[in-house]
């Protein structure tokens, strides 16, 4: 297992529209390893294949990993798809690849997801709250979705604005998250 280089913000690669997972082989199992190495360490509850330059339709969660511990609840999941989706929840998201930036998002509140794990179970999940934002938001970056995309372009504005002077004075270091970095 290794920790794989996290892509951010405005790096081309995070736009590319991952393709479907034809063969759950030795190469799937050690990327999705590798991708919960990372979101362990980053720390994040979410990991989308893009975030780390691959193309391929796999995404990572662990929601509870801050109160539980790492390992337990993690799940990895290969070609999702949202069967269905109903209600509505607003989120203070932040992303792995949009450092020092949250904003509200809207999304539905409950999904019924469909998807493979590595070791070719198929598996129909049911999930609300936070869990249901988390998988929205993985599959938004294998569509190559971001969340400032789906806020005001007032606020993406802001936060491109604000990379851009931070990118010439430099960073300071990222402070506490108070927000789902997913
Ligand atoms: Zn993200």
């Not at 590798?34 to 509850?45: F, Q, R």
């Not at 294949?49 to 969660?61: E, N, W």
């Not at 109160?67 to 993690?74: F, N, V, Y």
């Not at 992303?95 to 070719?120: G, H, M, Q, Y």
Request: hydrophobic share 40%.
């Amino acid at each position: 297992m290794a920790v794989r280089p996290i892509l951010t913000y405005p790096d081309p690669r995070l736009k590319v529209v991952a393709g479907d997972v034809a063969n759950l082989d030795g190469r799937i199992a050690a990327l999705c390893d590798d991708m919960a190495e990372t979101m362990y360490a980053a720390p994040g509850i979410g990991l989308a294949a893009t975030q780390v330059g691959d193309p391929s339709r796999v995404i990572v969660l662990d929601v509870h990993s801050k109160e539980e511990g790492p390992g337990k609840h993690l799940l990895k999941l290969v070609n999702p798809v949202i069967a269905e989706r109903e209600g509505e929840a607003a989120f203070e998201e932040g992303c792995l690849s949009v450092p020092d930036f949250t904003a509200e998002v809207k999304r539905a509140n409950r999904i019924l997801l469909r998807a493979w794990t590595p070791d070719e179970k198929e598996i129909e999940l049911e999930a609300d709250g936070l869990f249901a934002v988390a998988i929205q938001h993985e599959l938004d970056h294998l569509d190559g979705k971001l969340f400032i995309d789906r806020i005001s372009r007032l606020k993406r504005d802001l936060y491109r604005a604000r990379q851009r002077k931070l990118d010439r004075q430099g960073r300071p270091p990222s402070s506490g998250r108070t927000s789902h970095v997913i």
